[in-house]
């Protein structure tokens, strides 16, 4: 099943990849806002920093990094932590 996946990823247009990536950072985002500073996410930001990384290219996956820095600290600042 994991095969398919990376297969039908590899067919995947660059910007189809990059925006299946920023969705699912946003998703992650959302999750860690919704469910404030007593269940930490931070870990679950690793899964699309690797798949940028992975399917995208190094560059992009150094930019979801400074995005995800971002999310994390608007989400702690609005939940008031």
Same mark, same amino acid.
């Given at each position: 099943?994991?095969?398919?996946? =990376? +297969?039908?990823?590899?067919?995947?247009?660059h910007?189809?990849? @990059?925006l299946?990536?920023?969705?699912?950072?946003l998703t992650i985002? =959302?999750? +860690?806002?919704? @469910?404030?500073?007593?269940?930490?996410?931070?870990?679950f930001?690793?899964?699309?920093?690797?798949?940028?990384g992975?399917? =995208?290219?190094? @560059?992009t996956g150094?930019?979801?990094?400074a =995005?995800?820095?971002g999310i994390?600290?608007?989400? +702690?600042?609005?939940?008031?932590?």
């Amino acid at each position: 099943m994991i095969l398919k996946f =990376i +297969d039908s990823m590899d067919k995947r247009s660059h910007a189809f990849r @990059t925006l299946a990536g920023l969705a699912l950072l946003l998703t992650i985002g =959302i999750v +860690d806002y919704v @469910t404030g500073f007593e269940f930490r996410m931070e870990p679950f930001y690793l899964i699309p920093l690797a798949f940028s990384g992975w399917y =995208i290219n190094r @560059t992009t996956g150094f930019v979801f990094s400074a =995005i995800i820095v971002g999310i994390i600290t608007l989400s +702690d600042a609005l939940t008031g932590r």
